[in-house]
């Protein structure tokens, strides 16, 4: 059983960087691809960002160029930078691992941490 666990979240203004982290009670990462994704009030799950165990990354449309995800397998941690953020930014970030075919699929991920706040104000 991977337990996962999200920190970093935070308020933070328009324009300005968070970087997230997951730390995972094993090293997940080297076994399974990890996937960020996060989901605002009434809206669906969305993909942020993926990286496969061979470091492969993925990432969602809305994010590509402003985030980053990477992993420290020192750690046991995956990160993911957040930069250039916008309102639209603000929701619960959610750690995942599994081995999705399709990484942009929530559904294709077996373990979930509890999720951490990002809230930017405009």
């Known amino acids: 059983q991977v337990q996962l666990v999200e920190s970093g979240g935070a308020l933070v203004q328009t324009g300005g960087s968070l970087r997230l982290s997951c730390v995972s009670s094993?090293?997940?990462?080297?076994?399974?691809?990890m996937g960020w994704f996060r989901q605002a009030p009434g809206k669906e799950r969305e993909f942020v960002a993926a990286i496969r165990s061979n470091s492969r990354t993925y990432y969602g449309d809305s994010v590509k160029g402003r985030f980053t995800i990477s992993k420290d397998y020192a750690k046991n941690t995956v990160y993911v930078q957040m930069n250039s953020l916008k309102p639209e930014d603000s929701a619960v970030y959610y750690c995942?691992?599994?081995?999705?075919?399709?990484?942009?699929?929530?559904?294709?991920?077996?373990?979930w941490g509890r999720g951490t706040q990002v809230t930017v104000s405009s």
């Open positions: 094993e090293r997940a990462f080297e076994t399974y691809t």
């Open positions: 995942a691992a599994g081995q999705p075919v399709n990484t942009r699929l929530p559904g294709e991920y077996v373990y």
